[in-house]
């Protein structure tokens, strides 16, 4: 684990959140926020309540700037991601990267758990971990995220409201963590300034993605990205065998070097691994 990085983990699972200082410069978020503000300024807002109507939301942030690696990349983070959701998967995934401008007048977002987008059992897996990257400081006036300590895990089982909830105030250049199933909400913009942040989310491996990373960068612009980065957005398998292409890793797709004619190659898990070979001996025996 990298420096700082047990504690964060920590508090992540104690209270379902926290808060990484200094996570990147502050010159890289600024840079992230320059690309950015000519797709803010055309993007339209929203339409229904639960996005918002005075806010502004786009994704697809790593071919829009080449900023956006560094957040999704960022070593301690994707640690911490990476040993939250490991229990439950081999690997994890982009489960979205979306900038968010919530402009004066938005009234406080519904309060949800992000892990309610999938209908699997709630209170015993964690589906996902969130970081909001504040391109703005976040305050309590403009409408810095709504955060329920302690309402994660089994918490989520419960129907009662949990009681007070707090803003983290905190500006460019610090991470806000938080677990997929803890309450949280956006708090109204009560100021004269727009509010912006980036939001990357990391999945586990086998789950559809909020956001369609395949559409969001084809074959044709992830294979300028990195290795780590070309998996995180789907190009990799998950045991056993999901998300191939013709029966292999979709890694292939970025080498160039596509055959046109494959054969599949099995990707199984150890376990797996060892049940079809124990069959298949069983089976020569009794020939």
């Known amino acids: ?19 990484v200082h200094d996570a990147l410069p502050r010159e890289t978020i600024e840079a992230l926020s320059a690309d950015l503000a000519p797709i803010y300024d055309a993007t339209p807002f929203c339409e229904g ?7 502004k939301r786009f994704g697809s942030l790593l071919k829009r700037s080449p900023h956006a690696a560094a957040l999704a990349l960022q070593p301690l983070i ?6 939250v959701l490991s229990p ?40 996902l971990v969130n970081v909001m990257w504040p391109l703005t400081p976040f ?35 610090n991470a806000f963590l938080f677990l997929g199933s803890t309450l949280h909400g ?4 009560r100021s004269a300034e727009i ?22 960068y084809p074959p044709a612009i992830a294979r300028d990205f990195s290795s780590e980065l070309a998996g995180l957005v789907g190009y990799r398998q998950h045991r056993p065998n999901l998300g191939n292409y013709e029966g292999i890793c979709p ?34 025996a009794g020939a």
């Open 139 to 173: 305050t309590v006036e403009n409408g810095g995220t709504i955060i329920y300590p302690r309402s994660h895990g089994g918490e989520a089982l419960r129907n009662a409201m949990p009681g007070h909830p707090i803003v983290a105030e905190y500006g460019p250049g």
């Open 195 to 216: 509010r912006n942040a980036v939001v990357v989310s990391y999945c586990l491996g086998w789950l559809k993605p909020y956001e369609n990373q395949w559409l969001a």
């Open 49 to 55: 309540d639960f996005y918002g109507g005075r806010t």
């Open 251 to 284: 890694s292939l797709l970025l080498t160039g070097n596509l055959p046109e004619h494959i054969g599949a190659v099995d990707a199984l898990r150890p376990e797996q691994a060892e049940a079809v070979a124990a069959h298949r001996t069983g089976q020569e």
């Open 186 to 189: 956006a708090g109204a913009n």
């Open 1 to 19: 684990m990298p420096v700082g990085g047990d504690a964060a983990l920590a508090l992540l699972n104690k209270e379902g959140w926290c808060v």
């Open 78 to 83: 994707l640690t911490i991601a990476e040993t």
């Open 88 to 127: 439950w998967c081999d690997n994890l995934q982009l489960n979205l990267m979306q900038a968010i401008g919530l402009h004066p007048g938005a009234p406080a977002q519904f309060p949800h758990r992000d892990q309610d987008m999938w209908q699997g059992v709630k209170g015993e897996v964690e589906y």
